[in-house]
RNA sequence: GGGGCGGUAGUCUAGCCCGGCCUAUGACGACUCGCUUACACCGAGUAGAUCACGAGUUCAAAUCUCGUCCGCCCCA
């Protein structure tokens, strides 16, 4: 109609205007921080994401709702910290340039080394970055100067200076012991790094000769670690065995002889139900050695080669010895037997090949003596969904070793340590600075030996540091540890740990160990750990899988925005988001649908407020119908859970405002044959903007770009995100909220009779009866359905009259119909 | 082998903790009809579920207990 133009324009949203408020937004700093505005700090201390590849879409989901946490504080009027930061540390980059490069960690110079994998992580880094923008991360900036990166002088200074701190209380020592070792990455690695799978193997039976007796039957996946044979073991209550027990047994092709012992690791019902215990077989061997206080002899190398120890065999690649001994056993006839198996074997979880155990010198970090305090602040820390503590709590049950910490790598932060060439003492700087060392490179800062008193110079500690040592302390980082003491005094103890559940045992478990042992304090005033992202088939999405779509070509068919609200809609929190594109374009419709709802609004005026008691009944009724929606979201939102009350928003919006709401008021609001007063008409005005106002608020979080276009086109220039996010309104109540139902499927008997009767919606009907319950809404339900006489209650004489029942009520509708034939 | 979480229409999901109002919510998809003062990427409607299986507790079970099977994740 000429008079009412709307003044949204377009008549679709279209997800390429999204790209325009990403500029805006950095433009007008939308989601800087500020920590003096004096309100309360709240920091994110958000994942950083580990650079070793392209981003997928898992990855992309996980953090929005991240950022729709971020995004909710801060319109709860929160100051929110939430920092930009990548992870560039660690072994994935350094291998990836082994393999893309021909580059040996070994043989190429460390400098040349480092400044090619600086390079690769440049190169993912803005591709992350990037992808985050375009996904509506709202980082307080993407200013490199504002983010922060886990390799840089000053996150790695911090990381020193921590160590430092620990060194001198105590908590770091040395020790010679078998720990996982990683050929492909060439280091140490931790328990919490190691992963298992099944892989298919062959269980050898082997014969073990005893001196009187028939020969035992010994069966093995390790054939290889015969010279490595401290022990046979049999279970106590094996009949079997019992008068080999104290027995010797000869080891085949090495011809020593071991003791057999019991012990109810052995499992009678595998293989033969006599185990051979190898020096650094698996962790169980590693207990049994120490247990028996045997003598370990270590048969592969740290290069993955038989050492000295395998005789004839040394030199060779595990493999291949295990091929030639098994061989020589067939040769020689002690060989029994052969028959696959399915093996589990523990991998490192970074390069995904088998692991060994091996002895080597390694720092460690003191952690068994605090797994009661961590306990306890595991307990304590809230947890969203609270379920997913249990993960954390099974972990710190398993802690039994401590953290080895120092890496035989190339980019991770230096250990700062130095040995006096006098006396070998290791030294470490003095604490407070915050300065970051190289070792490998720089003369120390020091030139006396605090313990002889040489000054005879200082060999570098050439190891780094295992990645997590860094990571783990990104929440004292975030909040300006040693670095910023007046934020730190604010920041801290207000800071949420978001993150995937998949690395509670490693991020979240050393994070609170780090804070516990520097600060004795619990790191996280809250923890919120979602569920996985999972392909069509139920199958976690993982770059190695190769299950996990690149997310460009969705954003552009369906934009950001629809993607945030498609991993929201999916799942509850806690539970996996299943990945479906058929689903993600269902969810898109509802941006079309928003952005006409507000179109629609958009061609009445925004007239001055009115108060709530000079509005019209109905729309007082509507206020207070957007009041219980608020009410029923908010306890949800605090819970940090999404899905429902986007549920609920999207069901007031379109099925209560859009179908009801606004058809209703249209007659109300164009007043094009003037039935209704000015008041009215300006009342009806009021509050369809009102409404749109609190639904965009509402979902403003969850789909920022579309909410902050209409409501900088039609509200306010400065954009929705600094508004306050929806509150309940005490005053604004309404007894008619007790009949919408009724209303709702009155408005439906009257559309399905128009139907059914072939009539045209906008055909007008002579006369109708309708529950009296709905007498306050008379006028705008005639103007509605074009009643022309409306009467409430039972006509007393239903000839001429259709009766309408209805779903769910025992009242009915009544309605004369209008004249047939040819209508005007 | 142990632990955690789960198994609800073709698909996903709510409800389950705190049994009855569940002849089970919502969405996607399917089907039928419809251009109606924004929206056909729409509207109105229809069909579709023995709530994995078996047993038990109870006046009453999707919901509690036990067992079985299946899936995913984690751990040894």
């Not at 190691?194 to 005893?210: C, K, Q």
């Not at 460009?552 to 799942?571: H, Q, T």
């Not at 009410?631 to 605090?638: K, M």
Request: glycine fraction near 6%; hydrophobic fraction near 35%.
């Amino acid at each position: 109609m000429g008079k009412f133009k709307p003044a949204l324009t377009s008549k679709r949203w279209k997800p390429s205007s999204e790209e325009e408020l990403i500029d805006i937004w950095l433009k007008e700093k939308t989601y800087a921080f500020n920590p003096d505005s004096g309100r309360i700090i709240y920091s994110v201390d958000t994942p950083p994401p580990y650079l070793s590849g392209h981003v997928h879409l898992g990855q992309m989901l996980h953090y929005t709702q991240i950022d729709m946490i971020a995004r909710y504080r801060r319109m709860q009027g929160l100051e929110v910290n939430f920092p930009l930061g990548v992870d560039r540390n660690g072994l994935p980059v350094e291998i990836r340039v082994e393999k893309e490069f021909g580059m040996s960690m070994q043989t190429t110079p460390r400098e040349e080394f480092i400044a090619k994998c600086k390079e690769q992580l440049d190169k993912y880094q803005i591709e992350v970055t990037d992808a985050f923008k375009r996904f509506g991360v709202g980082y307080n900036t993407y200013d490199p100067d504002g983010s922060y990166q886990t390799d840089s002088p000053r996150y790695r200074a911090l990381t020193q200076a921590t160590f430092i701190d620990l060194w001198n209380r105590g908590l770091i020592y040395t020790d010679y012991r078998p720990n996982n070792w990683c050929f492909e990455c060439g280091t140490t690695i931790a328990d919490a790094e190691v992963e298992y799978a099944e892989r298919d193997s062959t269980l050898n039976y082997l014969y073990f000769e005893v001196e009187g007796l028939k020969p035992l039957e010994i069966a093995t996946t390790r054939p290889e670690l015969l010279c490595a044979c401290g022990a046979v073991f049999v279970h106590p209550e094996d009949k079997r065995y019992r008068k080999y027990v104290g027995k010797k047994a000869k080891v085949p092709l090495f011809d020593f002889e071991v003791p057999i012992i019991e012990s109810p690791t052995a499992q009678m019902d595998f293989g033969t139900g006599a185990l051979m215990v190898c020096s650094y077989g698996d962790m169980a061997d590693v207990m049994a050695f120490r247990d028996f206080a045997l003598k370990p002899i270590a048969a592969v190398s740290p290069d993955g080669t038989m050492t000295e120890a395998a005789g004839k065999y040394a030199g060779m690649p595990v493999a291949e010895a295990r091929k030639q001994i098994i061989h020589d056993l067939k040769e020689k006839g002690l060989l029994v037997k052969q028959e696959p198996t399915v093996q589990r074997v523990p991998l490192c979880w970074r390069s995904d090949t088998p692991i060994e155990f091996i002895a080597m010198d390694e720092f460690y970090l003191k952690q068994t003596d605090f797994v009661d305090d961590l306990r306890k602040i595991a307990s304590e820390t809230p947890f969203y969904p609270p379920h997913h503590r249990q993960i954390l709590l099974d972990w710190i049950d398993r802690v039994s070793v401590d953290w080895p910490i120092s890496r035989r790598r190339f980019y991770g932060t230096e250990i700062p340590i130095w040995y006096c060439n006098a006396c070998g003492e290791a030294v470490v700087p003095e604490p407070g600075e915050l300065r970051y060392y190289q070792p490998w490179r720089e003369d120390p800062p020091f030139d006396k030996c605090p313990k002889c008193g040489a000054s005879e110079g200082f060999r570098g500690e050439e190891r780094t540091f295992d990645t997590w040592m860094d990571s783990s302390i990104s929440a004292l980082y975030v909040t300006g540890y040693l670095r910023n003491p007046e934020l730190f005094e604010k920041a801290f103890g207000n800071v949420i740990r978001p993150q995937g559940k998949d690395i509670v045992r490693t991020w979240l478990y050393y994070s609170l160990l780090r804070v516990y042992q520097l600060l004795k304090q619990p790191a996280f005033k809250e923890v919120w750990v979602p569920g996985l992202v999972v392909d069509e088939n139920g199958v976690k999405m993982s770059k190695s899988r190769g299950n996990s779509p690149p997310p460009g070509p969705f954003i552009e068919k369906y934009g950001a925005d629809a993607m945030r609200l498609f991993g929201v809609l999916e799942a509850g929190l806690g539970s996996d988001i299943r990945f479906s594109e058929e689903r993600l374009a269902g969810v898109a419709r509802f941006m079309t649908k928003l952005w006409n709802i507000a179109r629609f609004v958009s061609m009445f005026p925004i007239p001055e407020p009115i108060d709530f008691k000079d509005l019209t009944a109905v729309d007082q009724w509507i206020l207070a119908e957007a009041n219980q929606m608020v009410e029923t979201i908010l306890p949800e939102c605090e819970m940090l859970d999404f899905h429902k009350p986007v549920i609920e928003v999207r069901r007031f919006t379109w099925s209560f405002f859009a179908d009801h709401v606004l058809e209703m008021l249209k007659g109300r609001c164009f007043n094009s044959d003037g039935q209704f007063s000015e008041v009215e008409q300006r009342s009806g005005w009021f509050v369809l903007h009102e409404v749109l106002r609190i639904i965009l608020r509402a979902l403003a979080p969850i789909t920022p770009f579309i909410t902050d276009k209409i409501y900088r086109e039609l509200y306010n220039d400065g954009g929705i995100h600094r508004e306050p996010y929806p509150s309940v309104n005490e005053s604004w109540a309404s007894e008619m909220t007790a009949h919408t139902e009724l209303l709702l499927q009155v408005n439906r008997a009257f559309w399905k009779y128009k139907r059914e009767a072939s009539i045209s919606l906008r055909q007008g009907l002579p006369e109708a009866y309708v529950p009296k319950q709905l007498e306050p809404w008379s006028k705008d339900l005639q103007a509605m359905h074009g009643i022309e006489t409306i009467h409430f209650g039972t006509p007393k004489k239903k000839s001429g009259l259709v009766q309408l029942s209805l779903e769910e009520s025992t009242e009915s509708v009544f309605v004369s119909p209008p004249e047939t034939g040819d209508d005007a």
